[in-house]
């Protein structure tokens, strides 16, 4: 019953989702085709086009590098058509990026929940945003070989930061619970490792990428070892209480492939079952990878890398389900980006020729500088967006989600006078050319009022100081409606200095009454209660009378959720012409 807490958010709310389609593929893809087109126009007249991926470093590539680029753009092309899953406005934040600050450390913790702020205020936007820069850097990368793809690189490193940083809680080198079978030290910074060396010439690529990228990725599995035996971590143990086994059985909750599920429990119940037998078959694992590929610095061997990737495709499937079968999956995880990276880094391959092309230069030329186009018109368009969306208001989808929508009346609104907590009569609608924004309040109430009055606090310190608007409420509790009532909440919610606001009651609770019933207004409370269950409306009454717009209003239990309601409320009010 409103009154008494919101109810939990629907992931898939279907008019959020209808929202975030039309966004998704009608109105960006409107704004990508027309900047696409603007890109190629300009790449054409200035004689661009039939140069694009023919200059002598493009074509001099080194394949290792090239395998990376197509390796990194492949995995950034999937990881933004991931992020077309319609949850995505109103799940991301509040169910993937937030959990991921468990354990961090202050610092951390409030730059994450800063992050999921700005998201919340305006999922819609950065929900799209998001998809399309992943689909642009991917399309970049996996379509230019030379200063065009360089770009697409530095992208990718800055957005894959960003997102390991705030997306992923650093990730999770700061969890007591990390381990690389579930995830550390995150996904993105493979991609960060990879845009890095993408951006560099092939000069320095070819001198250092392998050796350096190789040693590299050693440290990280010896450490990944260490991190691995702490024995907090809990993968000595046996039986349900083992890391694996747990998070297997948790895993396999979520919806997906049968074969898939099957073949996660099975290896939950193997590590349960070995207990610490499974854990030293893992670290010897690790140790003997990262042996491998140090000594594969100074010596032509392959093997280093095939134990990896093997050990990295079964534990991916395995303590990792797969990744992106279950839940609000946003990319491969860790272990997929790992393999890659470290196979394209293979030291004995980085003699190898450059790739031959098979395709006539002008087929290859022409194609992809369509593609980079718009592809590059993706990545501006989202950067943009995003931009311009974190400096506007709130948007009101949390609102959608938890309340539908306004609806839309014409009628005369029933007037009525009652005394304001100045004990002086007022007679709604009483002030000539003014609106009115009438809801009802419980005097004590300490859950959903307090959070709809902070909602006409705001409303009112939105509008300019002189905007024609009245804002009552009308006391919402059968014994608790005195004067002394009103003003104590007033007092308690910073509403005295609130303009032209009116808190109305009525010594006889029949009066008051009567106002409930004639809105609609259920007010249920035994005088053994703490406080009133009532319904939660908001009412749009026009200078002339008559109302305009019936809002119900649950409002969610967070600053979020006030703030989305704010700006249906003045979205309302402004095409009112209240301002």
């Known amino acids: 019953m409103p009154g008494m807490g919101g109810s939990p958010i629907q992931l898939t709310n279907p008019l959020v989702v209808a929202i975030f389609r039309h966004s998704l593929f009608v109105s960006s893809v409107a704004w990508i085709l027309g900047l696409g087109l603007a890109v190629l126009l300009t790449s054409t007249v200035l004689r661009k086009v039939y140069a694009f991926n023919l200059s002598d470093a493009g074509l001099r590539e080194p394949r290792s590098r090239t395998y990376l680029r197509w390796g990194f753009g492949a995995l950034w092309l999937f990881d933004g058509v991931l992020q077309f899953q319609p949850s995505m406005p109103l799940g ?54 030379g200063a065009v793809g360089r770009l697409g690189a530095a992208a990718s490193v800055g957005w894959a930061s960003m997102i390991w940083l705030i997306g992923n809680g650093a990730g999770g080198i700061f969890s007591p619970t990390s381990s690389i079978l579930f995830g550390w030290p995150g996904a993105t910074i493979f991609y960060v490792a990879a845009g890095a060396w993408l951006v560099v010439g092939n000069a320095r690529f070819t001198e250092r990428f392998a050796r350096d990228t190789t040693r590299a990725l050693s440290v990280l599995l010896v450490i990944g070892t260490i991190v691995q035996c702490l024995p907090g971590r809990e993968f000595w143990h046996g039986g ?24 996660a429990q099975k290896g939950g119940t193997i590590a349960g079952t070995m207990g610490g037998g499974f854990n030293l078959v893992v670290v010897l694992w690790l140790l003997a990878s990262a042996a491998g590929l140090w000594w594969s610095t100074y010596r032509p061997l392959r093997w280093p890398v095939w134990t990896l990737i093997a ?52 087929m290859r030329s022409s194609t992809g500088a369509v593609a980079a186009s718009f592809a590059a018109a993706a990545v501006v368009f989202s950067l943009c967006s995003m931009g311009w969306a974190s400096l506007a208001s709130a948007e009101n989808t949390f609102f959608l989600a938890q309340n539908g929508p306004a609806s839309q009346v014409s009628g005369p609104a029933a007037s009525f006078t009652l005394v304001d907590q100045f004990g002086s009569s007022y007679r709604l609608g009483e002030h000539a050319g003014h609106y009115t924004l009438l809801t009802f309040l419980d005097p004590i109430c300490w859950t959903d009022c307090p959070l709809m009055a902070n909602q006409l606090r705001s409303v009112r310190s939105a509008l300019s100081a002189g905007a ?25 919610r910073g509403l005295g200095t609130m303009k032209d606001f009116y808190f109305v009651t009525d010594p006889n609770l029949k009066v008051v009454a009567k106002v409930w019933s004639t809105y609609g207004i259920s007010v249920i409370m035994k005088r053994t209660d703490k406080m009133s269950i009532h319904s939660d409306f908001m009412f749009i009454i026009d200078p002339s009378g008559h109302l305009k717009w019936v809002i119900p209003d649950d409002p969610l239990s967070n600053w979020l959720g006030q703030r989305s309601a704010v700006s249906e409320l003045l979205s309302l009010l402004h095409q009112s012409g209240v301002r």
């Not at 979520?254 to 599920?261: D, E, R, V």
């Not at 995880?333 to 391959?349: H, M, R």
């Not at 608007?469 to 308690?492: C, G, K, Q, W």
């Open 240 to 263: 349900n209480s083992n890391a694996l086994t747990a998070m297997t059985s948790f895993m396999t909750k979520t919806p997906q492939p049968h074969w898939l599920a099957w073949l």
């Open 311 to 362: 050990g990295c495709a079964l534990m991916w499937l395995v303590a990792e389900d797969g990744a992106i079968f279950g839940g609000l999956a946003t990319d491969f995880n860790s272990l997929v980006p790992l393999a890659i990276l470290a196979w394209c880094a293979v030291p004995s391959d980085q003699a190898s020729l450059p790739r031959e092309r098979r395709l006539p230069k002008e």
């Open 92 to 145: 991301l934040a509040n169910d993937v990026v937030a959990p991921a600050a468990i354990g961090s450390p202050s610092w951390l913790h409030a730059l994450v929940f800063s992050g999921v702020g700005v998201w919340n205020s305006h999922p819609v936007a950065f929900a799209v945003g998001a998809a399309w820069i992943q689909v642009g850097i991917g399309l970049l990368l996996l379509v230019s070989n």
């Open 468 to 492: 024609p608007l009245d804002i009552v409420a009308v006391a919402a509790n059968p014994y608790h409606e005195s004067l002394a009532d009103v003003r104590h909440f007033i007092e308690r």
